[in-house]
């Protein structure tokens, strides 16, 4: 481990991880709650988002308009955010005003008092962001396809919950799932910048005393099924996702599918984007990714595409996937493996990006990783190894999900046939 980067676990289990770049002016701090949508039941769902929302919305000690004051007038940034398997709180500051933003993620997270009129108001501005999500498909795909794959669980679920949940959504609900949630076996406290980790120590142990220490049950298992969800609307685009279960964060082949996600569909350079929009013209945007979380994973294909074009568009990006299983060039492997490690290391440039990346690593793998650890392990990833994971996702049980004019495209049926033939 770099001497730059310093743990300290406290007696009351609470992790912090820091790291030491003396030449920048900054600080970034944050609290990553290791809970997010699929802690969640079908009763609750969207209540993590819900909290993220609220815990800038007033403390014992400070009303929500004190709190961007205190942070604005020091000339910070404050925010959050809600994934599948985190929620966020953080704060970038001059070096100088760090015991300023320890304290006011400390006072959220401890002190927040969920008033009536405060809870009022951010249930209509949730309400908002599910309305604009809705009105958005090429976003709101994506929590349809989530859903497909993994159907009647917590993993599927919408991140910002239904319009019926959040209206219904009680002060007691919130409180309870922070108080049963956000404990300090289930944050990481994360720090990058021009600190001293002894400084951070002491300051969390100031403002986060208060946090609860019980151990809390693990999420449910994710469970992929796959299927196929259209949804015709009137809309001058037709937006698909297709996809197939993958690896999770711990797999051996974890490197090997980030690898082929960036090769089949990453960057201007990748087949995806080469054959369908700049040989065929079919699309304005294609692109693969792959989202792996701590027990499973997903792998998937986008693209937005006129109504015309649709009957063509899923066929020519089966065979894109049949034709890399046949083979790849020296020059493709390397570009991508250049694409992932310049991505990796102009990230650590960023207090911000450090900070989330020390938190996930502590969370992930229980311990910091070098950045020399995950370089090797992309240099290591052969062209027999992405041949092989490329054969091992796209033999899998698809999901398929679209929005828009979507008559044209090729049934279930047809899918399955021609990645099988």
């Known amino acids: 481990m770099p001497d730059t980067i310093e743990v300290t676990t406290l007696d009351n289990g609470l992790t912090i991880i820091t790291e030491r770049m003396e030449r920048v002016e900054t600080i970034s701090f944050g609290a990553y709650v290791s809970i997010g949508t699929r802690d969640e039941t079908a009763e609750n769902n969207g209540v993590s988002h819900f909290l993220e929302h609220m815990a800038f919305k007033g403390t014992e000690r400070r009303s929500a308009s004190r709190i961007a004051e205190e942070i604005e007038n020091v000339g ?147 469970t992929y099924a796959g299927g196929d969800l259209r949804t015709t609307r009137e809309l001058d685009q037709a937006h698909l996702v297709m996809g197939f279960p993958s690896v999770s964060y711990h797999h051996p082949d974890h490197y090997a599918v980030m690898i082929l996600s960036t ?34 994973g997903l792998f998937g294909l986008y693209a937005g595409t006129g109504e015309a074009e649709t009957a063509e568009l899923v066929p020519v990006m089966i065979d894109e996937l049949k034709r890399l299983q046949d083979g790849l060039t020296e020059e493709e492997l390397s570009r991508a493996r250049a694409q992932l490690k310049s991505s990796l290391l102009m990230s650590l440039e960023s207090t911000g990006s450090r900070c989330e990346q020390l938190a996930r690593q502590i969370q992930i793998h229980g311990r910091p990783v070098p950045v020399t650890e995950t370089v090797g392990k992309i240099d290591a990833v052969t062209e027999e190894d992405i041949l092989r994971v490329a054969r091992e996702i796209f033999a899998g049980t698809p999901t398929f999900t679209a929005i828009g004019p979507v008559k044209n495209m090729p049934t279930m049926d047809d899918i399955t046939a021609r990645l099988a033939a």
């Open 76 to 222: 910070g940034y404050i925010n959050a955010y809600t994934a599948r398997e985190t929620t966020a709180y953080y704060v970038k500051l001059l070096k100088e005003d760090l015991a300023l933003g320890v304290d006011i993620i400390g006072d959220i997270l401890t002190h927040s008092t969920f008033l009536d009129a405060e809870i009022e108001r951010e249930r209509g501005v949730i309400l908002q962001e599910i309305g604009q999500a809705n009105d958005t498909p090429d976003d709101i795909i994506f929590d349809q396809f989530q859903e497909r794959a993994f159907p009647e669980q917590p993993m599927g679920r919408p991140t910002l919950g239904t319009e019926q949940l959040v209206s219904d959504m009680t002060r007691e609900t919130l409180m309870g799932y922070m108080r049963e949630h956000y404990t300090t076996h289930n944050i990481t406290i994360a720090a990058a910048g021009n600190l001293h980790h002894q400084q951070v120590v002491d300051l969390v142990k100031e403002h986060f005393r208060d946090l609860p220490m019980h151990q809390t049950p693990r999420p449910r298992g994710a």
């Open 263 to 296: 090769l089949l569909g990453g960057g201007m350079s990748s087949r995806l984007f080469q054959e369908i929009r700049e040989r065929r013209g079919l699309v304005y945007s294609v692109y693969s990714f792959a989202s792996p979380f701590s027990d499973s």
